[in-house]
């Protein structure tokens, strides 16, 4: 077998020889000395990293005052030159060699790595001792424009574990990053995982030298004309294999630089406030939920916190970092991998819930997806994953790997959770739209078998599945008969019609369908097909008709001998009991405007995340039924803190806006559903699911004096769903003036 290294080595072993006789010859014909000048190997050269058909990257130091130094710069360049020999060269004094790193990064860098060659030794020493004092001085100062850089060249070049024909240097996650990484070493603020960045970058080399033989000339590109023949070179079965193995590359060194610039940036700037810290002993952990904290930027694992307990524990700690964006510490990744209990098939609702979360997340789901799956947590929870891992695309229009453009459709997706009924099926038909494609036979087909058998896995009903069967089986389905077939053609219309069958699954399948071309790419998304989509969309709604809003129905009354077990001493009730595994808080106070929004901001406080809760009036009494996440809480505390609050909301109402004050608020929805009850105005919520999100929204509604006569509360995964009917004070539908002035409260609050 060829050894690559070795042949690197000698390459650069051949080089310095070259230039040690030409050093010599000029300082003889000259008669200058060779103490106070020396020939110096930088950037790839100095790694003795040379393919093929590298340039020598060299600088002659001197010292201040040492003569002829241009005329022996010259004969040395020339012979260089004459020889065809590729050359970029500098001469410089110590002085202008500092400041030329002080003013280029990437001069900076190059020079991180300056190594002798021949000549004055002490003189390469010294220059060696200078810059990398000077680096781990400012690095501080210069790791935001570095940063920048990176992420500016990400954007025009685009990432190496995506590109169909990569760039090995210039791309994300490619040599030009390994570098990179080094230089952060070298500073001495963050450490990476040597071996990890070791064996990816002597990958891209070798790969890189065998395109330097195949071209017969000096590139970074790895165009389609050669990879089968590159690929022949380094023993691998065809184009597809070699691209699977730079993708793996590329995304192996880009999760390294992801994590080592979120670790740089904690290093910039002040952890994020919080009323709740826990010390322990060693560094400030900040609580964001159940087992799962935040530390110097990073989402770490509480330590009280078992994973191998907690099946749950993994899927929580990642939805968690996708929401805020924050990276998924990798020690906390390999412990889930490694550690983690086994979820029960079918998943319990927490599990699923937990999961439409983190893909519901947007970018933010890409980096810990990521962490997870080099882990390997993401082949334990969904094993399919692995047969779509870093495939490439098979279509010209698909930018992205296979598994990299489901995430992104996740992405694309989340943002049109509010627009549909259902956003947890949106989000696991994204998921799992394009699995068909490592398998023989029409991908839809192929895959809507998987996805069936998958969601099933997950937990859902099997309404559900076929649902999410249907999604993936029709996934190109509007795309195609709106570009192919006549839309003013009844039979058109007629054909969508009859396979969608819903108002519901229509909108479903239409943002889909959106979401699926965005993430695939211009092509696929371009105006005059998303045009024709939407309208083909706009017909066969019409034809369906009386879906969506009409769908909507009361919340059904809680049963009778609930009533009796919650109101307790005073007209104030409240109970916890066990629900199929989920926590269920009941409870019973006086009806009047505001109460609701007062238990709504109690079980916030008390970190208690509403999943779903019935609401209505009886007999005076507003009766709740809640269904939470978290600890069971102890009921005669929360009963007491009910009672304080419901007689003075003040102390609540402050620590819970304290705690909120540091998150950003998202765009939500609400609107009016005229026609969807005669006895009351319909408000429907849509939102990002948060702590204190429920008290929010009644505490507007109060706030205008309209009165909740009852409510559909539920979440799913990241997102929010809330429907009240509401009426005046005598028991009336809203004027609509007054019902338009409700919805405009609510959408302040939630925006402010």
């Known amino acids: 077998m060829v050894d690559?290294?070795?042949?690197?080595?000698?390459?650069?072993?051949?080089?310095?020889?070259?230039?040690?006789?030409?050093?010599?010859?000029?300082?003889?014909?000259?008669?200058?000395?060779?103490?106070?000048?020396?020939?110096?190997?930088v950037g790839g050269y100095g790694r003795e990293e040379l393919s093929p058909y590298s340039d020598l990257d060299v600088?002659?130091?001197?010292?201040?005052?040492?003569?002829?130094?241009?005329?022996?710069?010259?004969?040395?360049?020339?012979?260089?030159?004459?020889?065809?020999?590729?050359?970029?060269?500098?001469?410089?004094?110590?002085?202008?060699?500092?400041?030329?790193?002080?003013?280029?990064?990437?001069?900076?860098?190059?020079?991180?790595?300056?190594?002798?060659?021949?000549?004055?030794?002490?003189?390469?020493?010294?220059?060696?001792?200078?810059?990398?004092?000077?680096?781990?001085?400012?690095?501080?100062?210069?790791?935001?424009?570095?940063?920048?850089?990176?992420?500016?060249r990400a954007s025009t070049v685009g990432e190496l574990a995506?590109?169909?024909?990569?760039?090995?240097?210039?791309?994300?996650?490619?040599?030009?990053?390994?570098?990179?990484?080094?230089?952060?070493?070298?500073?001495?603020?963050?450490?990476?995982?040597?071996?990890v960045v070791e064996r990816a970058r002597l990958?891209?080399?070798?790969?890189?030298?065998?395109?330097?033989?195949?071209?017969g000339r000096?590139?970074?590109?790895?165009?389609?004309?050669?990879?089968?023949?590159?690929?022949?070179?380094?023993?691998?079965?065809?184009?597809?294999?070699?691209?699977?193995?730079?993708?793996?590359?590329?995304?192996?060194?880009?999760?390294?630089?992801?994590?080592?610039?979120?670790r740089v940036e904690s290093l910039m700037t002040k952890p994020p406030r919080s009323r709740r810290r826990v010390r322990t002993g060693g560094p400030l952990?900040?609580?964001?939920?159940?087992?799962?904290?935040?530390?110097?930027?990073?989402?770490?694992?509480?330590?009280?916190?078992?994973?191998?307990?907690?099946?749950?524990?993994?899927?929580?700690?990642?939805?968690?970092?996708?929401?805020?964006?924050?990276?998924?510490?990798?020690?906390?990744?390999?412990?889930?991998?490694s550690s983690a209990a086994d979820l029960a098939e079918p998943w319990q609702g927490e599990a699923r819930r937990l999961l439409c979360a983190l893909l519901g997340a947007g970018s933010g789901l890409l980096?810990?997806?990521?962490?997870?799956?080099?882990?390997?947590?993401?082949?334990?929870?969904?094993?399919?994953?692995?047969?779509?891992?870093?495939?490439?695309?098979?279509?010209?229009?698909?930018?992205?790997?296979?598994?990299?453009?489901?995430?992104?459709?996740?992405?694309?997706?989340?943002?049109?959770?509010?627009?549909?009924?259902?956003?947890?099926?949106?989000?696991?038909?994204?998921?799992?739209?394009?699995?068909?494609?490592?398998?023989?036979?029409?991908?839809?087909?192929?895959?809507?078998?998987?996805?069936?058998r998958i969601a099933r896995r997950l937990g859902f009903g099997e309404a559900d599945a076929e649902t999410i069967t249907l999604l993936v089986r029709q996934h190109l389905m509007l795309a195609q008969v709106a570009t192919r077939r006549d839309l003013d053609d009844p039979m058109t219309v007629d054909l969508v019609v009859g396979i969608v069958r819903s108002t519901e699954t229509l909108d479903l399948l239409e943002a889909l369908t959106y979401a699926d071309a965005r993430a695939a790419g211009p092509a696929a998304s371009s105006p005059w097909r998303m045009r024709l989509v939407g309208e083909l969309c706009r017909r066969v709604r019409g034809e369906l008709s009386g879906g969506g809003e009409g769908m909507w129905t009361e919340a059904p009354p809680i049963p009778v001998p609930v009533l009796h077990q919650i109101v307790g001493v005073g007209r104030l009730g409240l109970t916890v009991t066990d629900h199929h595994g989920d926590v269920r808080v009941n409870v019973a106070v006086p009806d009047q405007v505001g109460t609701l929004s007062t238990v709504a901001a109690v079980l916030a406080v008390e970190r208690l995340a509403v999943r779903s809760a019935v609401i209505t009036s009886v007999e005076g009494l507003g009766i709740s039924q809640w269904?939470?996440?978290?600890?069971?809480?102890?009921?005669?505390?929360?009963?007491?803190?009910?009672?304080?609050?419901?007689?003075?909301?003040?102390?609540?109402?402050?620590?819970?806006?304290?705690?909120?004050?540091?998150?950003?608020?998202?765009?939500?929805?609400?609107?009016?559903?005229?026609?969807?009850?005669?006895?009351?105005?319909?408000?429907?919520?849509?939102?990002?699911?948060?702590?204190?999100?429920?008290?929010?929204?009644?505490?507007?509604?109060?706030?205008?004096g309209a009165d909740i006569r009852s409510a559909h509360v539920s979440t799913l995964g990241a997102e929010c769903v809330d429907v009240f009917y509401l009426t005046d004070s005598h028991g009336s539908p809203l004027e609509e003036e007054d019902a338009r002035t409700t919805a405009k409260s609510v959408l302040d609050r939630l925006t402010f």
């Not at 080089?15 to 010859?25: I, M, P």
């Open 203 to 215: 990958d891209l080399l070798n790969i890189r030298d065998e395109l330097h033989t195949v071209a």
């Open 218 to 262: 000096a590139t970074d590109r790895l165009v389609a004309d050669v990879a089968g023949e590159v690929a022949a070179g380094l023993g691998l079965s065809g184009r597809d294999e070699l691209l699977r193995h730079v993708y793996s590359t590329g995304r192996t060194l880009a999760h390294v630089c992801d994590v080592s610039w979120r």
């Open 4 to 41: 690559r290294a070795e042949q690197r080595r000698v390459r650069a072993e051949e080089a310095d020889a070259l230039l040690y006789l030409l050093l010599s010859k000029a300082c003889d014909a000259l008669g200058v000395p060779a103490e106070g000048v020396a020939l110096v190997a």
């Open 627 to 704: 269904t939470v996440a978290g600890s069971p809480p102890d009921p005669v505390r929360l009963r007491d803190r009910l009672a304080v609050a419901l007689r003075d909301p003040t102390d609540l109402v402050r620590r819970l806006a304290a705690r909120d004050a540091s998150r950003s608020r998202v765009a939500s929805r609400v609107d009016l559903l005229p026609g969807a009850s005669e006895t009351a105005t319909v408000l429907q919520v849509r939102a990002h699911d948060r702590p204190g999100l429920l008290y929010d929204v009644t505490a507007a509604i109060a706030a205008t």
């Open 367 to 452: 980096e810990v997806w990521e962490a997870l799956d080099q882990a390997g947590y993401i082949s334990r929870i969904m094993p399919e994953w692995d047969t779509v891992r870093f495939r490439p695309p098979q279509s010209a229009i698909h930018r992205f790997t296979v598994d990299r453009h489901l995430l992104e459709t996740c992405v694309e997706a989340s943002k049109m959770v509010r627009d549909v009924r259902r956003p947890d099926l949106l989000l696991v038909a994204a998921l799992l739209h394009d699995l068909g494609k490592a398998v023989d036979g029409d991908h839809s087909v192929t895959g809507a078998v998987i996805a069936g």
């Open 59 to 152: 600088m002659l130091v001197h010292a201040e005052g040492y003569p002829r130094v241009d005329e022996l710069a010259a004969q040395i360049w020339y012979p260089l030159w004459d020889s065809r020999t590729k050359l970029d060269h500098s001469v410089r004094t110590l002085a202008e060699a500092r400041q030329a790193a002080a003013d280029d990064v990437r001069v900076a860098l190059g020079l991180l790595d300056a190594r002798h060659v021949a000549g004055d030794s002490h003189l390469t020493l010294q220059l060696r001792s200078v810059l990398m004092a000077d680096w781990r001085r400012t690095a501080r100062s210069r790791l935001p424009g570095l940063a920048q850089a990176c992420r500016d």
């Open 162 to 195: 995506h590109l169909a024909e990569p760039d090995l240097k210039e791309a994300y996650g490619g040599l030009r990053d390994a570098v990179v990484l080094r230089s952060l070493v070298a500073s001495w603020l963050v450490d990476v995982p040597h071996p």
């Open 285 to 337: 952990l900040v609580a964001l939920d159940e087992g799962v904290g935040q530390h110097e930027g990073e989402v770490v694992l509480m330590p009280d916190a078992r994973p191998e307990r907690d099946a749950v524990l993994g899927l929580r700690a990642a939805a968690v970092a996708a929401d805020r964006e924050l990276v998924l510490s990798p020690a906390v990744c390999a412990r889930l991998a």
